[in-house]
């Protein structure tokens, strides 16, 4: 008998995830632990991963595969398991590895449910060194701390020059995108960098007004869409359209600050 879906069930499920997450992690948070570069030693690149990462996310997988088996996966460390029922989960144990190791607050454990289509439907974005959980669900958001929930909201801001914005690293853009974003970032009044997802969350409770950003992966960006879009946010791709999972990403608290922004993103836009 096929379970029939209910969005609280699965939302506490979520939360169960990442309180798995959490508890894989915590011992290696401030370790010193050895961090391996998923590029290889011989590259010149680095990409950071620890064993925090492959921890949270075995756990995480192994609440899914004992509770909901003919649920998906897809997550940053392991293979993909396919779907038998048009949902599934996608995992980034520690989003911003670079933050983690560097002993600082602002990574995030990220988890998000898909539907059929691909289009998430419920976004955790979870920072348990500061006791900061935030939901995004279809219609609502909430922070959780203290063992309470409160609402969310985006903020009232609708002019970029007025606006808070962020950008996890600019150096990491390419150089038309580097150009895009230092046209916002001499229009806005603040601009914030190294926050990885944790941004997103302040987008959403209204303490920032703009995040955009480049060169991302599917399970960087799934959790990011309820959560804000939940607390009244918008986000699109640079051209405006829907957002995909991965690639380019804008998420505005207004839809004026979207379309002042877009004026200069568009011009670095991937086709």
């Not at 948070?29 to 996310?57: C, I, W, Y």
Request: aromatic letters at 8%; hydrophobic letters at 45%.
């Amino acid at each position: 008998m096929t379970k029939t879906f209910s969005l609280e069930d699965e939302l506490a499920f979520a939360r169960r995830l990442a309180d798995a997450a959490w508890t894989a992690i915590r011992p290696h948070f401030r370790a010193l632990d050895t961090v391996d570069n998923k590029m290889g030693a011989a590259q010149s690149a680095f990409d950071p991963v620890t064993a925090a990462d492959t921890a949270a996310e075995e756990a995480m997988r192994a609440l899914i595969e004992a509770e909901r088996p003919d649920h998906g996966i897809t997550g940053e460390e392991f293979p993909a398991k396919p779907s038998k029922n048009g949902f599934t989960w996608l995992l980034d144990p520690i989003d911003g590895t670079r933050a983690f190791v560097a002993g600082l607050p602002s990574w995030t454990t990220l988890i998000a449910l898909c539907d059929a289509s691909g289009t998430p439907i419920i976004g955790v974005i979870d920072q348990p060194v500061l006791d900061e959980r935030y939901l995004g669900w279809p219609g609502g958001a909430a922070l959780e701390q203290d063992g309470q929930q409160t609402p969310i909201r985006v903020s009232d801001c609708k002019d970029l020059r007025e606006a808070v914005i962020s950008t996890t690293d600019p150096f990491i853009l390419t150089p038309a995108e580097e150009g895009a974003w230092t046209h916002l970032r001499a229009t806005a009044r603040i601009g914030r960098y190294g926050l990885d997802a944790y941004a997103y969350a302040r987008l959403a409770a209204g303490t920032i007004d703009l995040v955009a950003e480049s060169g991302l992966k599917a399970w960087d960006v799934a959790a990011l869409i309820p959560v804000v879009r939940g607390a009244g946010g918008l986000a699109t791709d640079w051209r405006g359209n829907p957002p995909k999972l991965g690639g380019q990403i804008v998420c505005c608290a207004s839809q004026e600050i979207l379309d002042q922004a877009l004026l200069a993103l568009r011009r670095s836009a991937e086709s």
